[in-house]
């Protein structure tokens, strides 16, 4: 792949900052709104943010870490840039779309890249009724609360849930729990990726539950509505060598 026109975005942190001064002071560079690839600078966080901002241009993506983890990153270095762009692998993403229905009648649509969850807003549990395609497949689900990852999330919140980690190309989602005290041995699903999952509410007014989609958190819903969004993609970058399945396969094999 080639590109010409750059743009560098950073996160607030003053490592980040610094990052992106260097490389400006190096590279020929333009506004976002103006490029035809962005490198982002940053932390997981930042990347998932970056996404965001440009789901609707789908301008590939090509982050460098200057956070902590990194899984969405590469590496940092200030040297060959325009060489690790045109060799970069790329790999297209298509986000959940989450509808949420809160008490007062009003609906709220929102994307995640990584995951939807549903999470008690109190002391008291959660519960839920839990249909897919329309079918009820769990008639009441206590718990603290339940989520809807994609493969590239399915290494994030959904695998500190102790959800399955799923193959990017596996055409699946993970329906996974969080912290289920009944069903006391359901320990979640895996779900072809076309699948829609409504989760309903059950004594909305006495548990309330937020629904949470990335960032975006709509609070004392009543029902939430979660499939794959396959009109929008994102595209991110990643060195050849490390791309985002091997990633993942490698996540499975981390003691």
Not at 179 to 194: C, I, K, N, T
Not at 207 to 215: F, I, L, M, N, Q
Not at 225 to 248: M, S
């Amino acid at each position: 792949m080639r590109f010409e026109r750059i743009a560098f975005v950073a996160s607030r942190s003053p490592g980040s900052g610094e990052a992106k001064a260097a490389l400006e002071a190096r590279y020929d560079h333009c506004e976002p709104d103006d490029a035809d690839v962005i490198v982002a600078l940053g932390g997981d966080g930042f990347m998932l943010e970056s996404l965001h901002r440009n789901m609707q241009r789908a301008v590939p993506i090509y982050g460098m870490n200057r956070g902590t983890v990194g899984f969405l990153l590469n590496s940092y270095d200030e040297e060959g840039l325009i060489e690790r762009l045109e060799r970069a692998a790329a790999a297209t993403l298509h986000p959940l779309q989450m509808t949420a229905v809160t008490d007062s009648g009003s609906a709220q649509t929102a994307n995640a890249i990584n995951e939807v969850s549903l999470l008690r807003q109190t002391r008291q549990a959660a519960n839920l009724k839990v249909l897919i395609d329309g079918r009820e497949r769990i008639e009441k689900l206590i718990c603290d609360g339940c989520l809807v990852a994609t493969p590239a999330g399915s290494t994030a919140y959904n695998l500190s849930a102790h959800g399955p980690i799923l193959p990017i190309g596996s055409a699946a989602l993970a329906l996974t729990p969080i912290s289920a005290f009944r069903p006391r041995r359901w320990r979640g699903a895996v779900l072809p990726l076309h699948a829609k999952v409504t989760f309903e509410v059950l004594d909305h007014f006495k548990r309330p539950v937020s629904a949470v989609a990335d960032a975006t958190e709509v609070r004392n819903v009543v029902e939430v509505h979660v499939q794959e969004d396959p009109d929008t993609d994102l595209i991110i970058l990643f060195d050849p060598e490390h791309g985002l399945e091997e990633r993942i396969l490698q996540e499975q094999f981390i003691p």
